[in-house]
């Protein structure tokens, strides 16, 4: 139940047997909960950690349970200070990432230079990531934002998906959010699962990715303007920003077998939702920011018009001052 602030089923048992049984030792909640001592001791520690057990003062030397609608507000306030810090780490990244792929957008078409090529069009893109993926060994990572994927890419990813999957290569796959409404790439997604692959979704993304082995990688030069081309490099410190970037992305996407239903009660908002009060309270228009989350201009509209609805607001700029109250900004 606890699990997502960071209390595994033992910890969470231990926790709530000292609410209830404040006097418990190490020997007595072993009996309780069926546990070694050496686990209990281990849950003690880590609940320490957690502040969620403090030094007792009225018998020295004991720890009491600190009450949950203290101590879990403070793992919840750590938490979301932690996301603050690792989304500021990703819009730096991203800055960086930019940064260094556009200076190679100078390059000579289907040439190589510095570790570096520039392939120009969707043939000399697809002969390329054939070849990377024939010779992959270990693991490929990808970032697959937009939404709905087209059917002639999904076409072309399964062979190459399946033949790396049969070597045991690790496949790991993010998404964006709204590609789970599109029944073709959504089918994708779950049929690449079902084959051992992992893989996330998350409400915005940064530029499209393929990291093959964590020493080559593929990405357009401008995702703006895809006739530009992709860029495919092994410059360790262009691979190895990325990799950051796509490391930070994944721990905060969600696995596609992850319910993304809203939880009952008018106060609860889902991540995309956030993402689209964002974008707008940033001043982006209904258009950038349904492109940002990979969905259509009418359901930007949508979205927003029934947020505005559940927070009673007769305008955007008053939705945002009452969703900044709630807490959703």
């Known amino acids: 139940m606890l699990e997502a602030l960071g209390l595994d089923r033992s910890l969470e048992s231990v926790y709530r047997a000292l609410l209830i049984h404040e006097d418990d030792g190490v020997a007595e909640l072993a009996a309780r909960l069926a546990l070694t001592g050496t686990e209990v001791r281990e849950c003690l520690d880590r609940l320490v950690d957690l502040e969620l057990l403090q030094p007792s003062r009225d018998a020295p030397g004991m720890l009491r349970a600190v ?181 930070q992305t994944w721990e905060s996407a969600v696995p596609l077998g992850a319910d993304r239903r809203r939880p009952a009660g008018e106060e609860e908002v889902t991540a995309a939702e956030r993402e689209l009060l964002k974008l707008l309270a940033s001043g982006m228009t209904d258009e950038a920011a349904g492109k940002r989350l990979g969905v259509s201009l009418r359901t930007v509209r949508r979205q927003m018009a029934a947020l505005m609805e559940r927070l009673h607001a007769s305008s955007r700029f008053e939705a945002g001052l009452k969703a900044a109250q709630r807490g959703w900004l």
Do not use: H
């Open 67 to 247: 009450s949950p609608d203290v101590g879990l507000e403070i793992i919840v306030r750590r938490q979301e200070a932690e996301l603050v810090r690792r989304q500021e780490e990703l819009a730096r990244s991203r800055e960086a990432v930019a940064r260094t792929v556009a200076e190679f957008a100078t390059l000579r078409p289907n040439t190589r230079e510095d570790g570096a090529e520039r392939l120009v069009d969707l043939d000399a893109i697809q002969r390329r990531l054939e070849c990377l993926a024939k010779d992959l060994r270990e693991e490929c990572r990808a970032i697959e934002p937009g939404g709905a994927q087209s059917q002639a890419s999904l076409d072309a990813s399964r062979p190459l998906d399946e033949q790396a999957l049969s070597r045991g290569v690790q496949l790991l796959t993010v998404y964006q959010d709204s590609a789970r409404n599109d029944p073709a790439t959504f089918a994708y997604a779950r049929w690449l699962g079902e084959q051992g692959g992992q893989v996330r979704t998350s409400p915005v993304l940064p530029p499209r990715m393929l990291i093959f082995d964590r020493r080559t990688a593929v990405v357009p030069i401008d995702p703006a303007n895809t006739r530009l081309g992709a860029l495919c490099t092994s410059a360790p410190g262009i691979v190895a920003s990325l990799l950051a970037l796509f490391d």
